[in-house]
């Protein structure tokens, strides 16, 4: 299983910039992150995980955080583009790497071009997602994003920055649960201050590295979402154009960044591009399963009521205790979620028991938690799962409320004779599914 590196620090001027390693593959690969990042956090988030485990089976990857963010020094400033681009080299030097292959999304395609085109030696090949050489409108760029329909986005970006909501109009898909809500929330704050966001984003509408273009020899791939909503994709036709021997590969979606690893369609491009083999399909494990889905209600109050450190203390004590309560129900806890759980059952019964214990268990502890359960057909991925059972049980612990059981009418018809009773919650549409599905609630 590839996982996250010891993060080390290489000296560039007078700023430490902040890198990790990981990966087994065959060659090795620096990895050029978008506009905010934080090591510390950063393989948390679903869409970087998804990322980087699978550019870690093909190749030695080597990922850091621009300065100014994350785990790099921030109190010096943001850099210019020029200051940005010495630090890819120093982090290079410092991890003994002379030649790489470049992955850059996003705000890292600039300074993966101004590497390549300054140090030819350094860089063999180039893979660029939804990026750009220039993303403002002007006269000679109608390709480009006019500014007065950007400083929206950057106002609310800066007013709701470190909420969980800034990072969403890049990052698309995401569930709208208060755990990923709050999951994004830390990662804003752990990568930059309100202020810094604006000023990077702003910053960015002002890079123009077109003059550079002429100068890249490398061979380079330039793979876009058709329906970006960030950068729109003739800007990416222009890089294309302008790169001798470039290829322009166009997905499809309508996102920047997308959240799950199901739309990732520009990854197989990257592997076959830079090892020359194109991945075979990946066969997920399909079975039969009952989905547990809980969550804490109103964590946010809760949190800002005790303060971090004892509402820390509040989520490992809940942690514990509904761990204990899957295992005695032969359940499995696929994963944490930040004030809640995923778990499998072979019976949705057991499901419904476990939920229960759980509600008991931290009912003393002084949260209140609800849970939703489905039993369907799930895809194991590794030690995840995913799939439309999995999507249900997650939608319908949404609508139940604190200290309720909420289930779908397959885990009712399941339990038939087993002496459980539910109410009738009534026909439901669940986002992203399918038609309307009856759900009810477990009653006493």
């Not at 994709?233 to 890089?239: D, E, F, M, N, T």
């Not at 991945?279 to 969550?295: M, N």
């Amino acid at each position: 299983m590839i996982g996250p590196g010891e993060v080390r620090y290489a000296k560039s001027g007078r700023f430490r910039i902040a890198y990790q390693q990981f990966g087994d593959g065959d060659l090795d690969l620096l990895i050029v992150p978008g506009f905010i990042s934080n090591l510390d956090m950063i393989w948390e988030m679903p869409t970087f995980r998804h990322m980087f485990e699978r550019l870690g089976t093909f190749a030695r990857c080597i990922v850091f955080d621009k300065r100014g963010t994350g785990l790099s020094d921030r109190e010096m400033g943001f850099g210019s583009l020029e200051e940005r681009a010495d630090d890819l080299r120093a982090v290079l030097d410092d991890a003994g790497v002379s030649r790489t292959a470049v992955f850059a999304y996003s705000e890292g395609g600039p300074l993966s071009l101004v590497l390549a085109a300054a140090r030819p030696d350094m860089v063999s090949a180039m893979a660029l997602y939804g990026t750009m050489a220039r993303s403002q409108w002007a006269p000679d760029f109608p390709a480009g994003i006019r500014l007065e329909l950007a400083q929206p986005l950057i106002e609310v970006l800066e007013e709701t920055w470190g909420q969980g909501v800034g990072l969403r109009q890049f990052v698309s898909g995401s569930p709208l649960s208060e755990a990923t809500t709050q999951l994004i929330a830390r990662y804003e704050r752990g990568a930059a201050s309100p202020a810094l966001a604006r000023h990077i984003i702003e910053a960015n509408l002002e890079i123009d590295v077109r003059a550079v273009l002429p100068a890249i020899t490398q061979p380079t791939l330039v793979l876009h979402t058709a329906g970006d909503p960030i950068i729109p994709v003739g800007i990416g036709r222009h890089l294309a154009d302008n790169i001798g021997g470039a290829r322009l590969v166009e997905g499809p979606g309508d996102f920047h960044m997308p959240w799950s690893v199901e739309e990732m369609w520009f990854l197989d491009e990257v592997e076959t591009f830079l090892t020359g083999h194109r991945p075979g399909p990946v066969q997920a494990e399909r079975f039969l399963s009952t989905v547990l889905f809980t969550d804490i209600v109103d964590s946010t109050v809760e949190a800002s009521r005790l303060g971090d450190r004892a509402w820390r203390g509040v989520l490992d004590d809940h942690d514990r205790l509904a761990a204990a309560a899957v295992a005695r129900e032969r359940g499995r806890v696929v994963k944490t979620t930040g004030d809640g759980l995923l778990a499998l059952f072979d019976s949705p019964s057991r499901a419904i028991a476990c939920a229960r214990a759980i509600k008991a268990a931290v009912d003393p502890v002084g949260v209140r938690v609800r849970a939703g359960i489905h039993t369907g057909e799930v895809e194991g991925r590794g030690d995840d799962v995913g799939g439309l059972g999995v999507h249900i049980g997650a939608r319908i612990a949404g609508l139940a409320g604190a200290g309720e059981v909420w289930v779908s009418r397959t885990v009712r018809d399941l339990t038939a004779g087993s002496g459980l009773t539910f109410d009738d919650r009534g026909r439901h549409a669940l986002k992203g599914v399918p038609e309307e599905w009856e759900l009810y609630s477990v009653a006493g």
